[in-house]
């Protein structure tokens, strides 16, 4: 049996997936975006935000573009990267910018991209959320993997928690959604749940 935390999670998975007729609750069109890396023309890398892609992983991940690219913006501060290559400029200021990060060196730009790009996928969380259950010997395991809400299960014992994969073969996997992102979060942050760093 799940426990009432599990449960909203699973009831808001249940509502994205089937829209009840009478359920209005987080019945909104939702659109999640990736930042994703392409090469130009020229061989330069550079970085874009899209609609999410299927079988391609972005680089960030989120449910609304200006998040993402504050997120740009604070990564292309801290790497020095041209904020055009860096996909955070848009309309005229495409044609317009320059700055004192443009480089005709092909080869030092896109390792200066890869080296962001590395940071910003380490700095992804990924995290098990444990509690034990009051009157039963089972534990609720909830997953978030690289940012996202991962998935969930009642377990009788629990993992080693040594790899990713092992703790996905024993949870069931469920498409995420901003309001399951954020009560997830909001229980690690509680203090209610162990909480196993599974970032490095």
């Known amino acids: 049996m799940p426990d009432e935390i599990t449960a909203m999670l699973l009831e808001s998975v249940e509502i994205k997936k089937w829209w009840p007729e009478l359920n209005r609750s987080q019945k909104n069109l939702q659109r999640i975006y990736g930042a994703y ?12 935000i899209d609609i999410e892609k299927k079988n391609i992983k972005p680089i960030l991940k989120g449910y609304s573009v200006n998040g993402l690219l504050q997120q740009l913006n604070d990564w ?21 910018h320059t700055c004192v990060y443009c480089t005709d060196d092909i ?31 089972v534990h609720s395991c909830i997953m978030v993997d690289n940012n996202v ?16 994969e092992e703790i996905k073969s024993l949870l069931t996997h469920y498409k995420n959604n901003s309001f399951a992102d954020s009560l997830v979060y909001r229980l690690r942050d509680s203090g209610h749940y162990q909480c196993i760093d599974l970032s490095t």
């Open 149 to 164: 809400f991962y998935g969930m299960a009642v377990v009788d014992e629990l993992p080693t928690f040594n790899s990713k």
């Open 37 to 48: 890396d392409y090469t130009d023309h020229k061989g330069r890398l550079r970085i874009g």
């Open 107 to 137: 080869e030092f730009h896109n390792q200066k991209i890869n080296e962001a790009m590395e940071a910003m996928m380490k700095k992804c969380d990924s995290f098990v959320l444990v509690r034990k259950h009051y009157d039963k010997d």
């Open 76 to 96: 292309q501060r801290k790497y020095e990267l041209c904020p055009k290559l860096a996909g955070i400029l848009e309309g005229e200021s495409l044609q317009t």
